[in-house]
């Protein structure tokens, strides 16, 4: 008789201890096959994200220049800055594109305030914060219309704006805003639900009549119509300094809609260039590309990076990679050590068996190669159904273990850095601008078992198994024959 079909029979024979090494490969070997697909899932999601927010950088005016500021007297309250060096514009950026192939888009942006109205002429009714009535809010109650206005995003292209490509909103309804656009908006759906809103309806935008008599402007001659041409919601949730110029109540137009509605923006143009790469990996070679342009002044522009988007984002990724990696370790460390002793046990056991086998002429080695032909035979059960359970128990486990290590951390996304806030310079802007909750869909894991997972699988299984047999079966190979079956008596 063959050490492989002794080795079959007693797999049939001993069903009770065949069904707890049933039992143990099963656990470890799903445990296993769960953290390796995890951990392929968590990979894939750090490249979307590389591919989704890792190839941005943005083409500011170089605000560090004292001598480009331009200082304009506002009657009745005192003077206002605005920076008047060389322009951002649409020519600027599409010139880059032209001569730069690494680059797949752009989006040029300016921000103001505006107030929206119907059709009527009756402003619209804006969406308050979650946290009620701020202070600030408050403290602005009493300036006439004021608390009536809205952020107005001018934007070349929405598609490529920091706010949709990042994955805080996206758009509900209709299309994007691209830079063919004249008299269009997109506003949000909440917004155009609570006025009844729709695509294809008119809002009229103008400045605000409080802050228009401040500063010698007739605000009727600042209406300007728009066609509502797509709605957007918010994937993520955000606060602000005031509601009504939070995210829900914003307005995304063109510059020109803007201009008119604000016309005491004077020369000013856009104040940021979001550009986005093909490739993540060719982002410092983009940007010396462009620095070495000809036709552009360097003293007149700075190029940023921003990681912090990123950063934000792989963070619990990354965690979650490391945590899983030493998980994988840990289950197969404990895994072979509890397998190395149910086999010793089951060996020592056996001893009497392996002495009768070795008077009979069997060698060592055939003796060893029944027990790992036994361990095998029940751990290629345990490896196939492994693949169903696995399927079930990844992907709740993979969620758990995100939850477990996403931070409670809040990520600004702005990079509307102005310094003048309708007049007003009572703080920074990014006390105004929109502050997204670090909760994000491009960190969602998909997990699947793939073929490369069951393939790494039997080969650290099997690996496994023969360390612990060959382990186990250490006082047979060290014992000679005499001495075992001295045992025996």
Not at 87 to 99: C, F, G, K, R, S
Request: charged share 20%.
């Amino acid at each position: 008789m063959s050490f492989i079909h002794r080795a079959f029979l007693y797999v049939i024979r001993k069903r009770t201890k065949t069904l707890i090494l049933f039992l143990i490969l099963l656990v470890i070997s799903t445990l296993v096959l769960s953290g390796i697909s995890i951990r392929d899932a968590t990979e894939t999601a750090q490249l979307n994200v590389r591919q989704a927010l890792g190839g941005v950088f943005t083409l500011d005016q170089n605000t560090g220049d004292p001598s480009k500021w331009v200082n304009t007297e506002v009657a009745g309250f005192g003077t206002r800055s605005y920076y008047g060096g060389a322009p951002l514009t649409v020519d600027l950026a599409d010139y880059i594109m032209e001569n730069v192939s690494s680059i797949k888009g752009y989006d040029a942006t300016y921000i103001n305030y505006v107030v929206p109205k119907n059709e009527d002429g009756d402003s619209l009714e804006l969406l308050e914060s979650e946290d009620g009535e701020s202070g600030m809010d408050a403290l602005l109650s009493g300036f006439g219309d004021f608390n009536s206005s809205v952020s107005a995003y001018a934007s070349t292209n929405t598609n490529f704006n920091s706010y949709f490509a990042g994955g805080y909103i996206e758009l509900a309804e209709g299309r994007h805003l691209v830079p063919e656009d004249t008299n269009v908006a997109i506003i949000s759906k909440e917004l155009a639900d609570i006025n009844g809103l729709s695509i294809g309806d008119t809002l009229v935008l103008q400045m605000s009549e409080y802050k228009a008599s401040m500063m010698g402007y007739d605000a009727e001659n600042t209406k300007i119509e728009v066609e509502i041409i797509g709605l957007f919601q918010a994937t993520a949730k955000s606060v602000t300094s005031l509601s009504n110029w939070s995210m829900d109540n914003a307005i995304y137009t063109t510059l020109d809609v803007v201009r008119h509605a604000r016309p005491d923006m004077g020369d000013e143009s856009y104040e940021h260039i979001n550009f986005y790469v093909n490739d993540p990996g060719q982002l410092d070679s983009t940007i010396s590309t462009i620095k070495a342009l000809p036709d552009i002044e360097p003293t007149d522009f700075v190029i940023n990076v921003d990681s912090s988007d990123v950063d934000s984002v792989m963070e619990p990724l990354t965690n979650m990679d490391r945590l899983i990696g030493i998980l994988i370790v840990l289950i197969l460390v404990v895994g072979a050590a509890i397998l190395y002793l149910i086999l010793a046990n089951r060996i020592k056991e056996r001893i009497h068996e392996s002495g009768i086998l070795l008077s009979l002429g069997v060698s060592k080695a055939k003796i060893i190669g029944q027990y790992l032909i036994e361990v095998t035979l029940v751990a290629i059960l345990a490896f196939v159904l492994s693949v169903f359970s696995s399927g079930a128990v990844a992907q709740t486990v993979g969620n758990q273990l995100l939850d477990y290590t996403l931070s409670d951390s809040v990520s600004n996304n702005s990079a509307n850095e102005i310094e003048d806030y309708d007049g007003m310079s009572i703080v920074g802007s990014d006390d105004f601008a929109p502050q997204f909750e670090g909760k994000n869909d491009l960190t969602q894991i998909q997990v699947s078992i793939s073929a490369t997972a069951i393939i790494l699988l039997c080969v650290a299984g099997f690996a496994v198994i023969c360390i612990s047999v060959v382990l186990a079966a250490l006082p047979i190979l060290r014992l000679k024959p005499k001495e075992i079956l001295s045992k025996m008596s």
